[in-house]
């Protein structure tokens, strides 16, 4: 009876174990994870660039979520896939809706997510970030990663999009944004997912873009992102690498040292689009430095950038869709890395200057009521529909020590003495600490054999 009431023990906790187990386990399978390795992205061993699209059907102005609709998402995808595309960008997602039959299509058609954590209820405001970033803001980004961190054709997640622009003042955003970058980072890790890259997509500003782009990736290893990526609508067909200014970029970035790739591109003067910048975004003229890009947009909207019309059940392509299609297909991938670095070091953080208002490289600590999530996990997600968090819930009071966003460092950071050594920002990312899943499984073995004893 003893030796039939520890094997009871033992299963109900092991069946704990499993299910606890399999709820951190990748939903989407039939895709290898997307993972970082110096300046480029790699699924295992070889180099992976992005040829994909921005996907917002309704445009900016309806916020909608285009991967919750398993319908027009199956009908888009057949569209994805004659375009030859491996990658979609989607602005919105309702972090309350099931989205495991789109994210399933979309990896069996090869097809990855770049996704923005933000919502226009749920993110930072230019104008007043010290209150928008908040704890209630910090809980809904949490929850969105946690709809999504098990997709394994989750390539990668925004921090922000556009929060800086072309004015002085904007800057002044930046450590805030940088703070987000850097609690994505932490909880990822903290929750015991893979290393999902996060980074940051900004706005096509010439002025500032740079200054941003070192600042993303200076300071401690916590600190620096995962990527950088920006919008970039400076070739105007017809144009050339040279009248474009990308070969000037290419030689501006050519010691960055985290993947680059282009958030938004496909400049539209109002003439049908013949993308003769892919040819060069897939060359190892810029190969060596730029890893792809995700063109502006798929669906026709009011700002006429479509590449189909969406009526009803039906796309119907525009002029734009084949000559991209046309462009994609006779570029391919270059052989073996195309020039990518595979080491490298930080950047160092830009001065301030009359295009840069940040004075110090100081980033603000994690507002108290969010340093929980870290551990508990953030549950339920806000949706589309919630109340908003821009002035909603409670502030950072302090600044953070650097390395204090470290899974292995207090979260909040203010009093931490955690340190981080600064660890090439282009060697491969980090390894995981010890994952959730096998912190549970410790556990739930260790309990097992106490009541087990306990019975006998």
């Not at 002044?172 to 703070?179: E, I, L, S």
């Not at 003067?269 to 890009?293: D, P």
């Not at 929980?372 to 600044?399: E, W």
Request: net charge negative; glycine share 8%; with cysteine.
């Amino acid at each position: 009876m003893k030796g039939l009431q520890t094997i009871v023990s033992t299963s109900i906790a092991w069946s704990a174990t499993s299910a606890l187990a399999d709820a951190l386990a990748p939903r989407a399978t039939s895709l290898p994870a997307v993972t970082v390795t110096g300046n480029a992205f790699y699924t295992g061993s070889t180099r992976f660039y992005v040829r994909g699209v921005d996907y917002q059907p309704g445009g900016s102005s309806q916020v909608k979520d285009p991967i919750a609709d398993v319908n027009g998402c199956k009908r888009d995808i057949q569209q994805f896939t004659d375009l030859g595309l491996n990658t979609v960008r989607v602005y919105s997602v309702d972090n309350t809706a099931n989205h495991d039959e789109c994210m399933a299509a979309l990896a069996a058609a090869n097809i990855y997510l770049v996704l923005d954590v933000n919502t226009p209820k749920y993110s930072l405001n230019r104008d007043d970030p010290h209150s928008s970033y908040n704890d209630v803001y910090l809980q809904n980004i949490f929850a969105t990663i946690d709809a999504f961190a098990n997709y394994t054709n989750t390539l990668a997640f925004f921090s922000g999009n556009e929060v800086i622009n072309n004015t002085e003042s904007s800057t002044a955003a930046a450590p805030y944004v940088k703070a987000v970058t850097r609690d994505m980072r932490q909880y990822i890790t903290e929750r015991g997912y893979r290393k999902i890259p996060v980074g940051y997509s900004a706005a096509d500003v010439d002025q500032n873009r740079y200054d941003l782009a070192q600042y993303m990736n200076c300071g401690t290893d916590d600190e620096r992102s995962d990527f950088f990526a920006f919008n970039d609508y400076s070739w105007c067909d017809p144009s050339t690498f040279t009248t474009s200014t990308w070969s000037q970029k290419v030689e501006l970035f050519s010691n960055y040292s985290l993947p680059l790739f282009l958030s938004e591109y496909g400049c539209n003067k109002g003439a049908t689009r013949q993308f003769e910048e892919v040819s060069a975004l897939y060359s190892t003229e810029m190969t060596s430095v730029y890893s792809g890009g995700l063109v502006y947009e798929y669906s026709q909207e009011v700002n006429n950038f479509g590449l189909v019309s969406l009526s009803g059940s039906t796309p119907s392509p525009q002029p734009d869709f084949a000559n991209l299609k046309s462009a994609l297909a006779k570029t391919p991938d270059p052989s073996g890395n195309g020039g990518a670095k595979s080491s490298g070091t930080p950047s160092q953080c830009p001065a301030q200057s009359s295009d840069w208002s940040v004075s110090n490289d100081a980033l603000p600590a994690v507002p108290a009521g969010a340093v929980k999530y870290f551990s508990s996990g953030a549950g339920t997600g806000a949706g589309l529909n919630g109340a908003g968090s821009q002035n909603a819930g409670g502030v950072s009071t302090g600044t953070a020590t650097p390395g204090s966003g470290s899974a292995t460092a207090t979260a909040g950071g203010a009093s931490s003495t955690a340190t981080s050594s600064k660890k090439s920002a282009a060697s491969t990312m980090h390894a995981q600490e010890l994952p959730l899943k096998f912190i549970v499984c410790g556990l739930a073995i260790a309990l097992s054999s106490f009541f087990g004893a306990t019975l006998l």
